[in-house]
């Protein structure tokens, strides 16, 4: 039996093993660099009790690494990688995550285009092993459909056989690229809806663009954004006024049940 945490309307199993399996909380969130109310995204992202945070839009100009530490440090987490190295994608984790391997890589420059990059990682809890990337797409179409398939290149090339993937795709779901990556992976939302759907905007959501994937063999026990008064036991809960001063997306929460070895 999977222990619950109370969040918003319903529940989200919280982190720990299940037999063999682990269940782990994943979060994607682009926090805009931090130029809005950083206090508010690490009280979001607290109460979510993440095992997983999926940062897009971390700090990654001069002294990137204090803002993206403090964030880390007030959320309980410590930075995994990215930033300034990843062009913006970031990976934070609890120390429940054993950490195997981080690579931080930038994507080939378009003219006239914003430089993108992935932060990746494969990390363990007990001896299961996850791979785990961080992407924020192109806002240019054909860039974008390109960096779709470089997702799931990436995702293979980690070497192991489950992972996750999130981050902003810039791209509805019926979209060509967000299409091309859920024919290859689970779409929490769409597999195990949980929460609320839409990412953007905070103040009047009205288009998913934002995710969280999973690789196939990897129970999705539930996927989406977390309602104002979600809490893990012993932390303060998050308002609706901390979603809408924090950043301009909205954050996606994801429980995932991951095989143990064998399985």
């Not at 981080?102 to 994507?107: G, K, P, S």
């Not at 990897?218 to 308002?239: D, N, Q, R």
Request: hydrophobic residues 45%; proline residues 8%.
């Amino acid at each position: 039996m999977v222990d619950m945490v109370r969040v918003g309307p319903g529940e989200l199993p919280a982190s720990g093993r299940v037999g063999g399996d682990v269940v782990v909380r994943v979060l994607s969130y682009n926090v805009r660099s931090l130029r809005d109310d950083p206090v508010a995204v690490a009280r979001v992202v607290r109460a979510c009790a993440p095992d997983l945070v999926l940062v897009q839009e971390a700090p990654r100009f001069f002294r990137w690494r204090k803002p993206l530490g403090r964030l880390a440090a007030a959320s309980g987490l410590v930075v995994l990688g990215g930033g300034a190295p990843a062009a913006g994608p970031a990976l934070l984790c609890s120390l429940r995550a054993g950490v195997e391997s981080v690579h931080d890589e930038l994507l080939p420059l378009t003219p006239g285009l914003h430089r993108r990059g992935f932060s990746t990682a494969v990390v363990r809890f007990g001896t299961v092993r996850l791979g785990v990337l961080s992407c924020h797409l192109s806002l240019q179409k054909d860039e974008r459909y390109a960096q779709g398939g470089m997702v799931l290149e990436r995702l293979a090339a980690l070497g192991v056989e489950h992972a996750v993937a999130g981050g902003d795709i810039n791209e509805r779901p019926k979209g060509r690229t967000f299409r091309r990556l859920a024919a290859e992976l689970q779409d929490g939302w769409a597999v195990r809806p949980w929460g609320g759907e839409y990412t953007s905007t905070p103040a009047d959501p009205h288009q998913r663009i934002d995710a969280v994937f999973a690789t196939p063999g990897i129970e999705v026990l539930g996927c989406g954004v977390p309602a104002p008064g979600t809490a893990a036991p012993g932390v303060p809960p998050f308002t609706e006024d901390d979603l809408v001063r924090a950043t301009d997306h909205l954050p996606v929460l994801a429980a995932l049940r991951v095989p143990g070895t064998g399985r």
